[in-house]
T-cell receptor
Framework: DQQVKQNSPSLSVQEGRISILNCDYT??????FLWYKKYPAEGPTFLIS?????DKNEDGRFTVFLNKSAKHLSLHIVPSQPGDSAVYFC???????????FGQGTELSVKP | NAGVTQTPKFQVLKTGQSMTLQCAQD?????MYWYRQDPGMGLRLIYY???????DKGEVPNGYNVSRLNKREFSLRLESAAPSQTSVYFC?????????FGPGTRLTVT
């Protein structure tokens, strides 16, 4: 039972355009969501998060949107840069602590 | 601060051999985690330790054991390695919420 799903294994975008990565979840108890970025041969690093009391959180070129009724979140990267090419994992937890449940990941390729 | 460190970086084992993956963190975090990453499967939790002296099973604990040696160190042991345990293993620690990951150990079992 996959509680957090990223249905697109890969995404290719032109440099300067918008990248939109999607994530769906099934557990309505989740109250905190995170995006991690992972380069090859490195560990995942935290990118941005959002609490369930918000519907949007922005940090520079990165914005996360949360639609609780649809149990859907998305990560927007504007403008996309070649250095953004990586695997992106969404993750969810409840009580804002403890175990994270990860999606399968989406590999983003930003072409110059 | 080194953050979360893992040793070794790479390891090749034969089926049936045993080994221990080491993890240490210098951020004074209470909770530590072991994950495995496989293509198309994301990060799956093997075991975790909410605090020193406690350990609990995650999603895929079979074939593994763990030891929370002290607040800093959390080791993962494969007693009898199997080809299905070929994977990349990540250790993480957290003060709560955000988890900080180590660089990973790439393990191949032949």
């Amino acid at each position: 039972d996959q509680q957090v799903k990223q249905n697109s294994p890969s995404l290719s975008v032109q440099e300067g355009r918008i990248s939109i990565l999607n994530c769906d979840y099934t557990n309505s108890m989740f109250d905190y969501f995170l995006w991690y970025k992972k380069y090859p041969a490195e560990g995942p690093t935290f990118l941005i998060s959002i609490s369930s009391i918000k519907d949007k959180n922005e940090d520079g070129r990165f914005t996360v949107f949360l639609n609780k009724s649809a149990k859907h979140l998305s990560l927007h990267i504007v403008p996309s840069q070649p250095g953004d090419s990586a695997v992106y994992f969404c993750a969810a937890t409840y009580n804002q602590g403890g175990k994270l449940i990860f999606g399968q990941g989406t590999e983003l390729s930003v072409k110059p | 601060n080194a953050g979360v460190t893992q040793t070794p970086k790479f390891q090749v084992l034969k089926t049936g051999q045993s080994m221990t993956l080491q993890c240490a963190q210098d951020m004074n975090h209470n909770s530590m985690y072991w994950y495995r990453q496989d293509p198309g499967m994301g990060l799956r939790l093997i075991y975790y330790s909410a605090s020193e002296g406690t350990t609990d099973k995650g999603e895929v604990p079979n074939g593994y054991n763990v030891s929370r040696l002290n607040k800093r160190e959390f080791s993962l042991r494969l007693e009898s390695a199997a080809p299905s345990q070929t994977s990349v293993y990540f250790c993480a620690s957290t003060p709560g919420g955000l988890q900080y990951f180590g660089p990973g150990t790439r393990l191949t079992v032949t």
